[in-house]
């Protein structure tokens, strides 16, 4: 069984550009995570999707941040435009449904210079 | 709100020795508790799970973790720490939404 894929894995721009990443969960996996983990920090949930709805997203920064799920398959997260706190590994995590046991991607580190 | 606090940033075992890594949680219920390791370079990965029932619940690479509700408690156990074991380790809740703790960084002394 593949694992969560996301893309890209590095990424590195300056600051008030725009930035977007992409994931690709599990097949089958119905609820979809974004994550935040600044270095030395727990992750922390940005949005929550179940099949392509929005579940939770109150920990997303609206004013800047956004996210997708067409379809209910894979999905994007965009930052537009990036501050320096910015700077963090954006998770992407699936599971078959809520409160389930989640499967983590390998991760996209962003740094914004 | 729910929180959780991990108070050990980091540990250093020995191999061989036992380990316990503490968490607590503050929520209103009984939340779904979650241990998760991230090794460097590795995603995070689920140990174990607590939803109800029996309050001692056994996970993978010879890891448990005991529910205390009077102590709104969630601490991790291994009775021999092996090398392979040094990571981080999250304590995650799941109450209105998901919560991660800060993470304890585990190192182990050959």
């Known amino acids: 069984e593949a694992g969560v894929a996301q893309s890209p894995r590095y990424k590195i721009i300056e600051k008030r550009q725009s930035v977007a990443f992409w994931c690709n969960p599990i097949?089958?996996?119905?609820?979809l995570y974004w994550y935040q983990q600044i270095l030395g920090q727990g992750p922390k949930l940005l949005i929550q999707?179940?099949?392509?709805?929005?579940?939770?997203d109150s920990q997303l920064p609206k004013d800047r941040f956004s996210a997708e799920r067409l379809k209910g398959v894979d999905s994007t997260l965009k930052i537009q435009p990036a501050k320096l706190e910015d700077s963090a590994v954006y998770l992407c995590?699936?599971?078959?449904?809520?409160?389930?046991?989640?499967?983590f991607g390998p991760g996209t580190r962003l740094t914004v210079l | 709100a729910q929180s959780v606090t991990q108070p050990d940033i980091h540990i250093t075992v020995s191999e061989g020795a036992s380990l316990e890594l503490r968490c607590n949680y503050s929520y209103g219920a009984t939340p779904y508790l979650f241990w998760y390791v991230q090794s460097p370079g590795q995603g995070l990965q689920l140990l174990l799970k607590y939803f109800s029932g029996d309050t001692l619940v056994q996970g993978i690479k010879g890891f448990e973790a005991e529910f205390k509700r009077s102590q709104s408690s969630f601490n991790l156990r291994k009775p021999s720490v092996h090398w392979s074991d040094a990571a981080e380790y999250f304590c995650?809740?799941?109450?209105?939404?998901?919560?991660f703790g800060p993470g304890t960084r585990l190192s182990v002394l050959p």
């Open positions: 097949s089958g996996h119905a609820t």
């Open positions: 995590a699936s599971s078959l449904e809520n409160f389930n046991e989640q499967f």
């Open positions: 999707f179940q099949n392509n709805g929005v579940v939770d």
């Open positions: 995650a809740v799941y109450g209105q939404n998901f919560v």
